[in-house]
């Protein structure tokens, strides 16, 4: 999402006549999009500040109108004493002001300490066209909403991003085609909640009550929502633009997970058969009290569901360890829920009470440092664990894989990821256009190559695959 704010961002101040560098020495104003959704996240905003402040007075002579903002979430959460009491930045903007931002700057560069942090209940920045920075150009993140209402008693984002509110989607089906016609071949589809997504922008779109029903097991701390377009109905026509760019989508809730959008994916070749899937914790009695609406026997339950219709389905999942009241039984049961299900990716934290939710007014933070660092650390082994059976499972098979570029470890090297969002290393070489014409051409980010995987995640290339063909 920071990314995708970034080419907001970015797309409104070109058009106020700002252009962008990558040498600091050179800039005349430092945005820096943030994170509150972690400490550790804010603690790492705040010591780049410090280093900002720090360099703007020593260039105070050559470059006295330096100007430094802060845009985002922590904007939003700390805006007096970002602005007023450490007196570090120039301009505040939320998530929802970028549209301000020539505004704020020229206020800043008449002396003023400006901000706007006001959310909105409607944008949704849907005629903002992003000025996307993708790598090699090979794959685009597309904002489809915006928000959170399902308010988990640990989580800012409600506070930060406001309520929820979907971009039309005929701007979505736009940008898609733009990007298509820019030869992008992976469009990552994004959200706070991506699939609670629901355009109520065509008024004469009623959904049928049947097709508003969540996951099995599943509710909300809200009222059931009615009519628009649903998430599935997007999916359906973004994955029809074309038929050789991938679709990917993040970050779900479990609750939006009824059997239509499974089967789409199911169908769909260029949906991709993964799914994140965040479970926060196997202990019923921690998800309770994290306001997740699910029992862990209805998120298994899901589990079971998804691979049902979609039979090799990869799963990725999110996990705090420590939450408040969190017992040495509760982390037992968050370990076997990792070895049951099997997540080939994992995203996993150590709790952190963020202020204005509902853990900080309602919840005591009990558990111990050390004690979450300790469950921290035992569950990333099992996880590990896990996700090693996961993938030598690939081993001998032959992976469809999107080429991203130079592996990390070695320039003789190239890396993608496979449908299932596992990435791939294998050797560079060049391969024959058609395998039985002699030309050979170089492998580029972009391409699409069957690799046989041998071992570990490393693999050769069998053929070359356009998208073309």
């Known amino acids: 999402m920071n990314i995708s704010d970034t080419e907001i961002a970015w797309s409104i101040l070109q058009k106020a006549g700002y252009s962008r560098t990558h040498e600091l020495p050179e800039a005349d104003v430092v945005l820096l999009v943030t994170c509150s959704i972690r400490e550790k996240a804010e603690q790492t905003i705040w010591n780049r500040l410090k280093h900002l402040t720090a360099l703007k007075k020593r260039c105070q002579k050559h470059k006295p109108l330096l100007k430094i903002g802060v845009l985002g979430c922590m904007a939003e959460r700390l805006k007096t004493k970002l602005l ?32 706007n942090v006001l959310l909105s209940l409607e944008e949704t920045y849907a005629d903002v066209m992003p000025v996307h920075q993708t790598p090699e150009g090979h794959s685009a993140f597309v904002s489809i909403m915006r928000g959170c209402d399902n308010m988990c008693s640990y989580c800012i984002v409600p506070f930060t991003r406001g309520r929820e509110r979907s971009r039309p989607l005929s701007s979505i089906l736009e940008e898609v085609r733009m990007l298509s016609d820019q030869g992008v071949k992976e469009v990552t589809l994004l959200g706070q909640n991506v699939n609670s997504y629901r355009d109520f922008s065509e ?5 049928s009550e049947g097709s508003t029903q969540l996951s099995r097991g599943f509710k909300t701390v809200y009222r059931t929502k009615q009519g628009g377009l649903l998430f599935s109905d997007l999916l359906d026509k973004v994955s029809q633009i074309d038929p050789d760019m ?22 769909r070749r260029n949906i991709c058969k993964q799914i994140h899937l965040p479970a926060q914790s196997g202990s019923s009695r921690v998800l309770h009290a994290m306001r997740r609406g699910y029992t862990r026997e209805a998120y298994l339950d899901l589990v079971e569901n998804i691979r049902e219709i979609i039979p090799g389905v990869n799963l990725s999942s999110d996990f705090i360890t420590g939450f408040c009241g969190e017992t040495e039984e509760d982390h037992q049961e968050t370990l076997s829920l990792v070895r049951e299900v099997g997540y080939n990716v994992g995203f996993l934290f150590a709790y ?29 082994s099992v996880f590990r664990e896990e996700a090693a059976k996961v993938n030598m499972a690939l081993i001998g098979s032959t992976q469809l894989v999107l080429v991203e570029g130079e592996s990390k470890r070695s320039s003789e090297e190239l890396c993608g990821r496979n449908d299932g969002n596992v990435k791939v ?7 024959p256009i058609q395998p039985e014409k002699p030309q050979m051409v170089p492998i580029t980010s972009g391409d699409y190559v069957l690799v046989k995987v041998n071992y570990g995640q490393h693999g050769h290339v069998d053929e070359i695959y356009k998208s073309s063909t």
């Open 425 to 431: 290393v294998f050797p560079k070489t060049d391969l």
């Open 352 to 380: 952190s009470m963020r202020k204005k939710t509902h853990a900080y007014h309602r919840l005591q933070d009990d558990v111990p440092a050390p004690v979450k660092q300790r469950r921290l650390e035992e569950l990333i």
């Open 203 to 207: 008024q004469h779109f009623i959904c």
């Open 84 to 115: 007023e009491q450490e007196k570090l930045v120039d301009v505040l903007a939320g998530p929802d002001a970028y549209r301000d931002l020539p505004r704020l700057l020229s206020l800043g560069y008449r002396g003023q300490r400006a901000s």
């Open 246 to 267: 991938r679709i990917r989508f993040t970050s779900p809730h479990p609750k939006d997970f009824p059997d239509e959008v499974l089967q789409l994916i199911q169908e």
